[in-house]
């Protein structure tokens, strides 16, 4: 049995049916922890155990319970103080730990400011990295970062999440046509409330359109609240109302319509991050900026060739430039990520994970 330990995030649900509906339920436990406002959005499923409270007696004793009883173990990222505390104090349970970085558990050192905490949180996560059998990474920079930061020595292997708009409606995104420029330009900024989005270098650069028709929509909804406030301050003082915070989550079919208006996503984030809503802006064939600095350009421009825009070009460029959307590039980019996040090649990627952990099972 492979328990899968994670917290409770937009990319969850997904995830689950996919592996429930061609893998054997019974082969699969998802054991989900909190995860602020995004809490209550997981599915019903007879093999999901709900972690409601990790410092709860219940939380703790079903988190033992089902880590000991695993064969394998895959931790989907390693934010959390209390998930790494599970895995130091219990070290037998290293050797059948598959590590799969999402990018904020190994840049989120560089990020945060340390304290006594984090340090500590830091040190233990480098005493047992170094002894997962297995470290999956979603883009191949992220291993060699991890390595640096952790000392890390498991077999590397890769997967990629399953895209919410391709799992749900393929027939959402088959609108070939560019939209029309004309009217009110949305542009979506970052992904969270999360100092790794960099909004506020970013809205130096479109500072310059703000007597433009444009709106600005910047997801609020998840990560620290202070910081959320502060950015949606910030934001309202330069671009008055055309700056649209969102602080409430929307259900998925609402988010997949609501990306469906957008123009332009800029993406401004110094890590691997918001890689969900970047390849559905580009499977509906919109204008992306990303860093040329981070482990997703090498991914998006040489991994999968896409066509990507440099955030660092917006300040050089003229507000036609900006929104215009090529459209032979755009098709390009729509191909290349359906055929990453293809069903049948995501699960192919998947299953070689269970087989690469299991494989000595029946020796």
């Given at each position: 049995?492979?328990?899968?330990?994670?917290?409770?995030?937009?990319?969850?649900?997904?995830?689950?049916?996919?592996?429930?509906?061609?893998?054997?339920?019974?082969?699969?436990?998802?054991?989900?922890?909190?995860?602020?406002?995004?809490?209550?959005?997981?599915?019903?499923?007879?093999?999901?155990?709900r972690v409601r409270k990790w410092y709860s007696v219940k939380g703790i004793v079903d988190m033992i319970r089902y880590m000991n009883k695993a064969d394998h173990i895959i931790a989907h990222g390693l934010f959390s103080g209390k998930t790494v505390a599970f895995f130091y104090f219990q070290p037998w349970l290293l050797r059948k730990t598959n590590w799969l970085i999402w990018g904020g558990d190994v840049y989120g050192r560089r990020d945060k400011k340390q304290t006594f905490y984090t340090r500590l949180v830091d040190s233990m996560k480098k005493a047992i990295a170094s002894q997962f059998p297995f470290i999956t990474t979603l883009v191949d920079g992220d291993y060699e970062m991890a390595k640096k930061a952790y000392n890390i020595r498991g077999q590397h292997l890769r997967v990629v999440y399953p895209s919410p708009l391709l799992m749900r409606a393929p027939k959402n995104i088959e609108n070939d046509a560019v939209e029309s420029l004309h009217g009110t330009i949305k542009i979506l900024l970052g992904n969270s409330a999360t100092e790794s989005n960099q909004h506020k270098e970013a809205f130096k650069l479109?500072?310059?359109?703000?007597?433009?028709?444009?709106?600005?929509?910047?997801?609020?909804?998840?990560?620290?609240?202070?910081?959320?406030?502060?950015?949606?301050?910030?934001?309202?003082?330069?671009?008055?109302?055309?700056?649209?915070?969102?602080?409430?989550?929307?259900?998925?079919?609402?988010?997949?319509?609501?990306?469906?208006?957008?123009?332009?996503?800029?993406?401004?984030?110094?890590?691997?991050?918001?890689?969900?809503?970047?390849?559905?802006?580009?499977?509906?064939?919109?204008?992306?900026?990303?860093?040329?600095?981070?482990?997703?350009?090498?991914?998006?421009?040489?991994?999968?060739?896409?066509?990507?825009?440099?955030?660092n070009e917006i300040c050089q460029e003229s507000f036609e430039t900006f929104i215009t959307v090529n459209k032979e590039e755009?098709?390009?980019?729509?191909?290349?990520?359906?055929?990453?996040?293809?069903?049948?090649?995501?699960?192919?990627?998947?299953?070689?994970?269970?087989?690469?952990?299991?494989?000595?099972?029946?020796?």
């Open positions: 049995m492979i328990v899968h330990i994670m917290n409770a995030s937009p990319i969850v649900n997904e995830y689950v049916t996919l592996v429930n509906k061609y893998c054997n339920k019974k082969e699969h436990v998802f054991v989900i922890g909190p995860n602020g406002k995004t809490c209550k959005k997981v599915i019903e499923a007879e093999n999901i155990i479109l500072e310059k359109y703000k007597d433009k028709n444009i709106k600005i929509y910047v997801p609020l909804s998840y990560g620290p609240e202070k910081y959320a406030d502060e950015i949606e301050q910030m934001g309202a003082h330069i671009f008055g109302k055309k700056f649209i915070p969102m602080r409430s989550f929307m259900n998925k079919d609402q988010y997949t319509e609501f990306l469906k208006t957008i123009h332009v996503g800029i993406f401004n984030n110094n890590r691997q991050q918001a890689m969900g809503n970047i390849n559905q802006l580009l499977l509906l064939m919109k204008k992306v900026y990303i860093r040329d600095d981070t482990t997703m350009w090498e991914y998006y421009v040489k991994d999968l060739k896409c066509k990507m825009h440099r955030v755009a098709l390009w980019n729509k191909k290349c990520i359906k055929e990453s996040r293809d069903e049948d090649h995501v699960l192919e990627l998947w299953k070689e994970v269970f087989y690469q952990m299991t494989k000595g099972d029946n020796k």
